[in-house]
């Protein structure tokens, strides 16, 4: 995006904040001297025409503003502290309907009304003339366009098996039929929230030594929004495909039913109770399992399958064969009761899916070890970094004094000593 395109998203989305405040004001001023609670047709009628936007446009900003009135309605009858939009905006995300959006092979052309100035933006392959029900112009540290497509609807799955899914850190998630079992690693996700640390940390030592709010502050605080949003991408991109993996792997084995393992509250009162350290606290805090759920929630009801909740306790220490409880050391379960060697995060898919069944966890003399089948997510494909802090503290190779001197290293002769020698006189005489 060259200078002035960043500079027309800028006055677009100061416009757009003026919209919200105008709306605002007038809304609250009249109910306070009118006790009038304005529709959203008045709205709209109000501030029709009056701002260098598209009239669509104006519209949507006015949806919003009613929808977080009824939502902030619902929220006051439990919390009577919750408040009503009151803030006023010095930027705002500015939205396009369809009738004010034009694509052209690769090119997306949007309106700003007539007579004004549109916007023009490149799309990538894959969204070359595509029809997009409305666009979005959003800021996450930088101007993004959030494209809403329609797609058809997808084939629904009639299966009959039910299945179980245990949730971890370093295995994200674990899914098994009680016959084979699918264990996808999610080792590449915890090493890009390591690499996040990493790299926050060192910006901070770096912070600590200058004065708050400076220009070299200001600076690395940029580099440290810029990190964070980086690593807010990746994972989310990461956790779109552990969630699909796990749904293919439920319509080839004809799941109709997904339970997947309850483990909301795992990082309370770690610390108190000294149940974790340092270090595994941190993990567990970083852990992003609601959000793995919620993609695999609504992944699955797009293809027709059921998912319900149980809770996971004691489902990793409870043999599914003979029924005893031990608690096992490594990535491995094996019971000293009964021998049986089993995956550690199988056992507690295996354990779920049974309490979920049968609604007690006693074991099963006809329980087998399932098939196991092991997948990751391909960091090349993926786009691993390196460690390094976006550009801050990089040591670039110093060019020797021969290269400075305009003499590549390449062409450096080796002479034999007695040569040397001559030719060292020879300058000497010169001189």
């Known amino acids: 995006m060259n200078k002035e395109k960043f500079q027309h998203c800028q006055q677009l989305s100061q416009e757009s904040a003026h919209v919200w405040n105008a709306l605002k004001i007038f809304f609250w001023r009249t109910y306070r001297k009118k006790g009038v609670w304005l529709s959203e047709s008045s709205m709209k009628r109000y501030l029709n025409g009056r701002f260098a936007l598209h009239s669509q446009s104006i519209q949507a900003i006015i949806e919003k503003f009613c929808d977080n009135l009824k939502s902030a309605h619902s929220l006051r009858k439990e919390n009577p502290d919750i408040r009503y939009p009151y803030k006023n905006k010095s930027w705002y995300c500015v939205h396009w309907k369809k009738n004010a959006i034009k694509v052209e092979d690769r090119y997306i052309h949007l309106s700003n009304g007539k007579g004004r100035q549109g916007i023009i933006f490149k799309l990538p392959k894959y969204l070359a003339n595509c029809q997009p029900g409305c666009v979005e112009l959003i800021w996450r540290n930088g101007y993004w366009l959030s494209i809403t497509l329609d797609i058809e609807g997808k084939q629904q799955i009639l299966g009959f098996n039910t299945a179980a899914v245990d949730m971890g850190e370093i295995h994200a998630i674990t899914i098994t039929d009680g016959k084979e079992a699918l264990v996808i690693s999610g080792r590449f996700l915890r090493s890009v929230k390591r690499n996040r640390s990493k790299r926050l940390a060192q910006l901070s030592r770096m912070q600590s030594r200058c004065q708050k709010y400076s220009r070299k502050w200001q600076r690395l605080q940029a580099v440290k929004e810029k990190v964070q949003a980086e690593c807010e991408r990746r994972t989310r991109d990461l956790s ?79 043999c599914p064969k003979c029924g005893n409880q031990h608690k096992p050391n490594g990535r491995n379960y094996p019971c000293p009761a009964c021998n049986l060697k089993i995956h550690r995060d199988v056992v507690g898919a295996v354990n779920i899916r049974t309490k979920h069944l049968t609604g007690e966890l006693n074991g099963n003399d006809n329980c087998k070890s399932p098939k196991v089948t092991y997948l990751r997510i391909d960091s090349e494909k993926a786009g691993l970094r390196s460690s390094s802090v976006a550009g801050v503290n990089q040591r670039k190779r110093r060019k020797s004094f021969r290269c400075r001197l305009g003499v590549p290293e390449q062409l450096t002769l080796f002479l034999p000593t007695d040569v040397g020698m001559k030719t060292r006189q020879a300058v000497r005489r010169k001189a």
């Open 240 to 318: 779109h495909k552990i969630t699909r993996l796990a749904l293919d792997w439920c319509i080839e084995h004809n799941v109709k039913e997904l339970v997947i393992g309850n483990v909301t509250g795992i990082g309370k009162n770690t610390n108190k109770e000294k149940r974790l350290n340092r270090k595994n606290r941190q993990k567990v805090g970083q852990w992003e399992f609601y959000k793995q759920r919620q993609y695999l929630e609504y992944k699955c009801e797009e293809v027709n399958i059921d998912t319900e909740l149980e809770p996971e306790n004691g489902t990793s220490k409870t």
